[in-house]
């Protein structure tokens, strides 16, 4: 074996660096077909047959006129020669022994047939030869064989007929996992030559990707399945583009004068009706494009794997959501008469308990590995970028109701909610609320118990953003927070996670321990700020929200001379937060009570301006007071009072001084704050 690599090596390199124009009856073709062909050794070498068959297909590929002449005689000798070798092959016995030569003989056949005219009445056999050559130890050499033969052998109508059936056949005799894939695999690949004779195969490919459905995959397999409805999708689309575009040609002629435009116009309408009516040239049927869209989702869902590195997981997760935004535009699959049917996603927020002890111990806080899903944040939902520095631990450590993730389901449970993230972004369809009774009860539970990883609620903040947008929440002096009663339970929750983090963060001494629940809170709050009715949820958790800020005030404004490091960045963070915090009440002075402002929110603003020793905080405090002095004239009952306004100049005026060697940028702003 080593020889028939070093040989077929140096055959490959000679043929790419030099060109024979001479044909000679000593050359290498001359040698190999009178010389070692006749070998006795031979007939009873299976090595030496398989470095035969490569090396031949080096010639037949390289260096063809040595091999065929072209002349006026149907077969050279040569490449009758090549022929008879490889032709045992198409009935040779699969036993473990000659695999490689198999397949090896079957590849110099797909090259023959590819070059010449020849065996063109054993392509079919060929094909299907190869075609459940499903063999892991085979695989690179069957697929390059099969995609050298299948260009060359399609060439009309008959030969497509003749795929048709010899595919058709072998999906209906080759129930195996491993068969299934190779034979998906072939159609993916060849997709343009499929396109003719897709309505002949689609039931058969719908019975093997439902069948794999039910299977434990591997990830490769997952996406193959993935590609193979993205490009029935594809399939779809190019179809209702070729039917738009026959009937807008055949309409053109239709008011070209000098026509019979009466008759004309009555046969191209036939034509069209026909061409509609005909299974080739028409889109598929309903029921399929339901059970290809219930496929993909389920698949979308597992197309990623745990074991999988950063940026790949990644590139994984892009992919995947783009065919499933694809499949579901409305122009494609996803129009209004789409019909879910997802009471499968249930399991993926279901508790893995054959994984959570290994995670415990593999994987960082909330059962995360650190290098799945959202790592880089695929879809934000607020403006945090922040990761959490603790976990809960101590006296707190139950506050939150965490449970522990397997990392296999934590990574399933990240793409399940980016997978319906996509659904209520894209999809049209009515029956999206009939199906998030499947979720509900676990997206609640993820809410109530995961608020501590900060991943996950990433994920589910972008999902509730998603949903808000579709189904907006109820203004806060309606009882219900939505008139949908299926989305009741999640809006309830999210809103009850909110006010409980920000009411426990403000009564609670211990704040390093509830941090990342905050941050999550924020997240979920960020999100439910949508454009078309963005203070549903604010305005419910305002009181919660100053009195939050109130407190964060407090301890970020107040020196401590025994912070250390760790400390610091906590208060950075916290610094983030309080900013967001000044922004939503900002937004929202006109539902804060008279009272609420006077003691809390006006004193708080002058402390920050008395203490503060961050720019990034003093200046939100500055842009803040520009705002809320200069509101309109509708909206000046709840402006500051005149007596309100002199002390916040006079703190401004006190404070200049301590920023104008530090931060020059700061001291303009605030000279711009009191002249404007």
Known sequence: MVSSYINCCSFHIEFHNYIFFIFLDYDLVHLFTSVLLEDPAVQTCTELRVMYYQMASLFVYHTPNYVHMGSACDQSYRLRKFTEFARPCLTSSLTAVDLQEKYTGLQLLSHLIAKFNVLRTATVQVFQCLAKGAHTETKKIVNPALD?????????????????????????????????????????????????????????????????????????????????????????????????????????????????????????LNIQTSAKTEPTNSPIDKPQRDQLVNLLIRFACQAIDASQSGSLSEQSVSRTLAQLEFALRSDVWGGETCELRLAFIDRYFSPDDSSSSHSMSSTPSGGVPANSLNTHGIHMSGTSNTTPTSTPSGPHANASSTSALGATQATSLLMTLEVLRVLFSTLESPTLLINVKHFSVGLCNVLTRQLTNVRLIRSCAGLIRAM??????????????????????????????????????????????????????????????????????????????????????????????????????????????????????????????????????????????????????????LQVLRDWINVPKSEEHFAPTAREKVNFFYRLWQAYPRWIDNSPDVAREILECVYD
Request: aromatic share 6%; proline share 4%; with cysteine.
């Open 468 to 621: 808000l947008e579709r189904y907006p929440a109820e203004a806060s002096h309606r009882q219900k927070v939505t008139a949908y009663p299926e989305l009741y339970d999640i809006y309830s929750t999210v809103l009850k996670a909110i006010q409980d983090s920000f009411t426990m963060f403000s009564e609670n001494v211990s704040k390093a321990t509830l941090l990342t629940r905050l941050q999550s809170a924020f997240l979920l709050f960020t999100s439910t700020q949508v454009q078309s009715n963005p203070h549903a949820f604010v305005d419910r958790c305002i009181v919660q929200l100053v009195k939050l800020v109130n407190r964060l005030i407090q301890d970020l404004v107040t020196p401590n001379c025994n912070s250390n490091a760790q400390e610091s960045g906590t208060s950075a963070q916290l610094t983030d937060l309080l900013i967001m915090g000044l922004e939503m009440i900002k937004s929202r002075l006109n539902v804060v009570s008279h009272e609420m402002r006077k003691t809390i929110f006006g004193p708080d603003l002058c402390l920050i301006m008395d203490r503060a020793r961050d720019p990034r905080l003093f200046c939100a405090v």
């Open 148 to 268: 050298i033969l299948i260009p060359a052998w399609i060439q009309g109508p008959e030969d497509q007929k003749a795929l048709a059936l010899a595919t058709k056949k072998i999906m209906l005799e080759d129930h195996g996992i491993q068969s299934c894939v190779h034979i998906l695999g072939i159609i993916v690949r060849h997709s343009d030559l499929y396109y003719p004779i897709r309505h002949q195969i689609l039931p058969h490919i719908i019975l093997i990707i439902s069948r794999l459905s039910v299977q434990q995959l591997p990830l490769e397999q997952r996406r193959l399945a993935l590609d193979m409805i993205y490009t029935t999708a594809q399939w779809d689309v190019r179809c209702r583009r070729e039917i738009t575009e026959n009937y807008s040609k055949e309409i053109t002629d239709d008011l070209n004068p000098g026509d019979n435009n009466n008759s004309s116009l009555t046969e191209n």
